[in-house]
């Protein structure tokens, strides 16, 4: 299992209920091929620029070790959520 990092950002003008219903969604993908070492929610917080007319975003970091082919997963269903703005997924080993 190889370690990685993900940081993605929710549309701020989703409710408390729809973003955490999300960031479980994100963490039960990882569970089910690797394990979650820590989640961290950063809050709304100011992007660097607009993206779509948006100017803030709700930042989560989480870091987890898993197999190489889950990232591609995670990816995938990131790009499907209409509520992601932005992610990114970095092998931590390759640094």
């Known amino acids: 299992m190889r370690q990685y990092e993900s940081i993605f950002i929710l549309r701020p003008s989703i409710d408390e209920e729809k973003r955490i219903s999300e ?3 994100f963490k039960a ?3 089910a091929d690797g ?3 820590k989640v961290e929610e950063w809050g709304n917080r100011k992007l660097a620029y607009e993206i779509e007319k948006i ?3 709700y930042y989560v970091l989480i870091n987890f070790k898993a ?3 889950l990232p591609k997963e995670l990816e995938r269903n990131f790009k ?3 509520d992601v703005i932005r992610y990114i ?3 931590l080993e390759d640094k």
């Open 29 to 31: 993908i990882i569970a």
């Open 67 to 69: 197999n190489p082919t």
């Open 35 to 37: 394990e979650i070492e």
């Open 89 to 91: 997924v970095i092998n």
């Open 55 to 57: 100017k803030d975003g």
């Open 80 to 82: 499907i959520s209409d």
């Open 23 to 25: 960031i479980e969604k």
